[in-house]
C-alpha cells in the first residue's frame, strides 16, 4: 500500500484508533481530522509535531512518505492511546527542553513547511476574496432594476 498523501500517511499512523479518540488526544475535532485524512485540508505545524510525538512517526515520512532510517515506528500502528495528562507531556516539550534540530534535515523540512503554511494561507485569503466577490455578484443580481419602457409597437428611430 502506497502511502502518497500526507492525509493517507496520518490515517496510517492513527492506525486502528477511532479518528473521534485520536482527534480528542491531538486537541483537534474529529470533522478537522477527518479533513486532513481525506487530504481537503492541510493541518498547522503543531498538530503535525503532535501526530508525531503520539504515534512515534517521523516527521520526515509524515510530510513526504520518504522512509526513515531511524524510526521505523511509522510503520506499525498507533500505540495504545496514554492518558490525557500523559499526551499532553507528550505533546508538550518540558520548560527547559528544546525541540530545536540544527541538521540540515530538519531545517529543510522546517522550510518547506513554512512554505506549505504560507501557501495555504495565500490560498485561504485568496478563497476568501472570491466568496466576497461571489457575494456581491449575487447581491447585485438579487436587486431588482429598473427596465427600460419599450418603444411603441411599430415604432422605428
Known sequence: MTMTTLGSRIKMARGKESQEKFAARLKISKGALGFYERGENLPKSDVILKICALTGASLDWLLTGAESATREAARKPAPRPAPADQAEQIAAPAPDESRECACPQCAELKKRLTALED???????????????????????????????????????
Open 119 to 157: 501557501e495555504r494561507r495565500d490560498l485561504c485569503a485568496e478563497n476568501r476574496n472570491l466568496w466576497k466577490k461571489m457575494c456581491l455578484l449575487l447581491e447585485e443580481i438579487a436587486r431588482p432594476r429598473e427596465r427600460q419602457p419599450l418603444p411603441p409597437f411599430g415604432w422605428r428611430q
